[in-house]
DNA sequence: ATTGCTGCAAAACGTTTGCACCTAT
DNA sequence: ATAGGTGCAAACGTTTTGCAGCAAT
């Protein structure tokens, strides 16, 4: 086990809701966190797989959602019909900005926005469970961008 | 043609990207501005079949990405993997809180985010092209919600 | 006359489900 | 012993695509 303090965390989630403690959930749980950046339950199969892992697609697509439940990592939805985790794991809360021209997401943190939600939720008799806040943008120059070089490419 | 101020903005723009002027656009484009709330592509299909239109699901689901792109329509996404549109016609801006309990769609205005997104993209060398900011939120008083009461009968 | 658009059906895509078997409790 | 979890494949719902015929330019 890669993580210890995560599954530390896990393990308490999972006793705390009776549900059982297995292998799998917590090798999903290390490739999960290993993971830089953003990914999607079905890239997170493949690649396990690749690393000879038997976990099968279900297991991994339930127990994602597990560790979005215990905090562990949190569930991301750019506009393109496909959800998106990423870790949680000593990561401050940020927001993203997506990149229209070259794909990339970049986060930035936001003082100005982390007070709106619970003010305006409770203004309208509701309480917040979670937010998003999404900058869908282009590259100032995207002739420069080697990113967008990049995804022409292909 | 129900909505002509409408009509005369699609025609500048197809016009303009020298796309051609059909019917089946004009009446993908009626549809959707006659709907209330937000709807997706699927169920206008299904809406415009049921009135006994002979648009196909291609037209359909084509024909809105057009009207996203005349400014007409927004494309919303409210995590659910499937792509919601709404009439922007006569509307101001606005933002979402979802409820995670009931399923109501709130709108609600923020003058406080309306410059962030330009700001921040902006600092970190975009320019901005819309941005999406959505609270997921639980009633406060779930028992009493005749939305959610209604949502537990189905 | 020439594209581009349409309708249809099939395919694609990410995700969920049903079921028999297995395993943590 | 018994829920509950797993792996597999099949099903699902939304969206996209390929193609032959049609219609706007």
């Given amino acids: 086990m890669k993580h210890q303090q995560a599954a530390e965390i896990l393990r308490d989630y999972l006793k705390s809701e009776q549900n059982r403690i297995t292998p799998e959930r917590f090798e999903v749980m290390d490739a999960a966190l290993d993971h830089e950046g953003h990914f999607g339950a079905d890239d997170l199969f493949i690649e396990m797989k690749n690393q000879k892992s038997r976990v099968s697609r279900a297991t991994v ?40 021209d070259c794909g990339r997401i970049v ?5 100005k926005v982390k007070k709106l939600p619970d003010e305006i939720a409770a203004s309208l008799d509701f309480k917040v469970e979670s937010y998003s806040f999404n900058i869908f943008a282009r590259c100032k120059n995207i002739k ?7 995804k022409q490419k292909q």
Avoid: A, W
Wanted: proline share 2%.
């Fill in 107 to 111: 986060e930035f943190m936001t003082p």
């Fill in 61 to 100: 697509y339930k127990t994602l959602e597990l560790l979005v439940q215990c905090d562990l990592i949190s569930k991301r939805n750019f506009g393109e019909n496909l959800t998106r985790y990423e870790s949680n794991f000593r990561k401050q809360t940020h927001d993203h900005l997506i990149c229209m």
């Fill in 144 to 150: 420069e961008c080697r990113y967008y070089k990049e």
